[in-house]
């Protein structure tokens, strides 16, 4: 096995260069004068599986890029490509409007037509997006990484809640392994979110708050859902909240006033590269480094 790695999951690729099973492969993604992608490549693929590790977007240079590797290394002889995503960006256009694109599929489709065989990515935002790829689509639960923040932290008591219906899912698959590590027995409240044009709407919290909250989301983008969600507990008696969500993009600064909402701690995963680390005690990045890895251990 081979593995392709993008700059910006530096660090990533550093925890998988460990698999004693899993060479480097050696490519340079460069632009003719006018602008215009290509890929050389360093490294003979002739009948190899290959891995690619990278983002789509944004920019959405990634996205060309990595799909422009893949088609090289296709065509260089290899015998099949797992492309590892982490975050699936796209993947919460997955909702078939009258009018609007459907990003996903769009996403799928040009995987497939790249010669990418199978995507494995964490936490995938819908079972909406598998049945949308064209090709297999294989989401790593990061529900282990946050289940031993759990006991580490000692929430056992906290009430676990979901912020929209969709990650209730989430909630429930915590609730169980957490009361493995940790004996956690809370029951999940949730929230009901609608989007509208003027933004996110939400109503009160369905279920119980207790003085400490944990909330469970795949996504923190510009944070306006958590923040929505934990301005309501907190009227509702929450005192200490944290967050655990998948990925952390924290688009713009709005989510910073997360918190002034009896915010103590977020924690996400390294699924979305940050450029600069955070200075701030009160985020912990995970790495989800061991479930690629023993996701790529069984396909070798
Ligand atoms: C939506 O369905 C997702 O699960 C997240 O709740 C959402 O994408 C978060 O976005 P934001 O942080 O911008 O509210």
Known sequence: MILFSFDQYASLSGHLRMLPFLQEGVFEVKRYPNGEMHIALSTSVVNQTCVILGGIAPPDEHCMAFMLLAHTLKKEGARSIIAVIPYLAYSRHDKKKPGESLAVAWIGALAKASGIDEVLTVDLHSERDSELFPIPLHSLSPIPLFAERVAVLGLTSAVLVAPDSGAIPRCEALRREARIVSGISTSTTYF???RTEYGVEHGGPIGPVGARVLVVDDILDTGETLQLACEKLQ????????????????TGDGWRSLWEYGVKGIMCTDSVPRPVAFEDARITILSVGPLVSDALYIRQ
Do not use: N, P
């Open 192 to 194: 009901m979110k609608r």
């Open 235 to 250: 009227a509702h008696g929450a005192e200490e909240i944290y967050i655990m969500v998948t990925h952390g993009l924290f």
